[in-house]
Structures are given as structure tokens and as C-alpha cells.
């Protein structure tokens, strides 16, 4: 067998092993399902009335927004999982295996993608019932939109990959990711628009890369301006993984049982 083809099966078999885990830890599916949920009920009923997105109900605003936050978040489940399986010393028995290192981040990262999907279906049953209606747009750039949501996905897979790998316990890295990547979402166009902020944090959330993964999302499904927020939200995502894929490999190959 080849090593790339030795490389595909034991990524796909890694990732086969990563989405049994969920059906045996059902708590894990509360950010894919019953979080985003929340999040949409809370900010469409309890805070819709008060926030002015001219030209357009506060629910077609907002769901491109929640949709890419809930997705970037997805990854939460790659650095929980990493991080269980240094302390149990399981990364140790994998380097002793016939199999290729590579299809242990790339089993991780794959199955997030996976879960992703769920995440999408979950998010626009709600939406749909909410109110929410794709609107000035066509088929293919839904889809686009439904591929840089996945992308988005995939490249916060890898941070959150790094981030399993350096800390000292699962809960640790849950708490880390949260807490560096969480503020980020609200300093931006994800909920409300940038121009409602103040001076300073207005200019902040406009430089914020999850304002343009919100605007360019809210072009592609609601057809806002698009000026260069789609192309630029796909540059984000490449830098993101050419960043954090390479630093995550160095550090899962030495990264040993603690």
C-alpha cells in the first residue's frame, strides 16, 4: 500500500472512531445542537426588538453571523478529544502502530467537518422556523456560502487541534479556546452591525475577521454588498490553516503522555 493511500485509510478510520465517540458522549453534541439553538431563540426574541438593521428583519441579519460563530466554535471537540488522549497516553500507542502520524490530526480535523454538517442542519431548521429566508441570492451562491462556513470550520479545527495539544487537561483547553476566541465574536458584526458600535470598537470590528465571515455569509445568502468581504473571508481561512496546521503537527510530534 502506498503512503498516501495508507495515509487516507487510517484518516478515515481515525475519523470514524472520533464521531462513535459522540453517540457514547451525547453531552458533547450540545455546541453542534442545543447552544446554537439557544443562541438564535435569545437574540431573535429577547433582543431583536431592540437592534435596528435597516433593510432587513433583525433574523435574516443575524443568522449568517450566528451560523459562522456556532461553526468556528465546532472545532471545541478536536482540542477536548486531543487533550484526553495525551493525558491517557493514547497519542504514545498510535506512534507505536503500522500507521501514518498524519491521520491523527487529519482524522480529527475530517470528523469536524462531519459534525459541521450536523451544526448547518441543526442551525437553518431553526432559522427557517424563525423567519429566516435566503433572499437576492442563487443556488450557487448559497452553496458557496455553505462551503466557506465548512472551511471556516475546518480552519478553527486546527487552532483548536494546537490548543487540545499544549494544554494540561481537557478542561483547560475547553476554557482556553473559549476565552481567547469568544470576545472576538462579539467585537464584531456577528450579532449587531459594526457601524452601531462606538469609536475605537467600531474600528476594531471592522479589521475583526469574523466580520467579514458574517458580511460575506450575509452577501451570499441575504445579498448585502459584497465589496471584498467573500474573497477576503476565504483568505482568512487559508491563513488560518497554513498557520495553525503546521504549528499543530510540530507540537503532536512531540507531545507525549504527561
Avoid at 466580520?211 to 468581504?229: E, M, V
Amino acid at each position: 500500500m502506498s503512503s498516501l493511500s495508507m495515509t487516507a485509510s487510517d484518516t478515515l478510520v481515525l475519523a470514524r472512531r472520533n464521531l462513535m465517540r459522540i453517540p457514547r458522549q451525547p453531552d458533547l453534541l450540545i455546541a453542534y445542537t442545543v447552544q446554537p439553538v439557544m443562541f438564535v431563540l435569545l437574540f431573535v426574541y429577547v433582543f431583536g426588538g431592540a437592534i435596528q438593521t435597516p433593510g432587513f428583519d433583525y433574523v435574516d441579519f443575524l443568522m449568517p453571523g450566528i451560523i459562522a460563530q456556532s461553526i468556528a466554535f465546532g472545532g471545541f471537540v478536536t482540542a477536548l478529544g486531543l487533550s484526553e488522549d495525551v493525558h491517557k497516553g493514547l497519542i504514545d500507542r498510535f506512534r507505536s502502530l503500522p500507521m501514518s502520524r498524519a491521520a491523527v490530526l487529519a482524522g480529527r480535523t475530517f470528523s469536524d467537518i462531519v459534525l459541521n454538517c450536523l451544526s448547518l442542519v441543526v442551525l437553518f431548521t431553526v432559522g427557517f422556523a424563525a423567519g429566516f429566508n435566503f433572499q437576492d441570492t442563487t443556488a450557487g451562491q448559497v452553496v458557496l456560502g455553505l462551503v466557506l462556513m465548512l472551511l471556516l470550520g475546518y480552519s478553527f479545527s486546527w487552532i483548536f487541534a494546537l490548543v487540545g495539544l499544549y494544554s494540561s487537561s481537557p478542561e483547560t483547553a475547553n476554557s482556553i479556546g473559549f476565552t481567547l476566541i469568544f470576545p472576538l465574536t462579539f467585537a464584531s458584526s456577528v450579532f449587531v452591525p459594526a457601524e452601531s458600535m462606538p469609536d475605537g470598537l467600531q474600528q476594531f470590528a471592522e479589521a475583526n475577521p469574523f466580520t467579514t465571515w458574517a458580511d460575506a455569509a450575509r452577501s451570499l445568502w441575504i445579498g448585502t454588498p459584497a465589496n471584498s468581504d467573500v474573497w477576503m473571508a476565504f483568505v482568512w481561512c487559508f491563513v488560518l490553516i497554513a498557520i495553525f496546521a503546521p504549528l499543530a503537527v510540530a507540537r503532536y510530534r512531540t507531545v507525549s503522555a504527561r
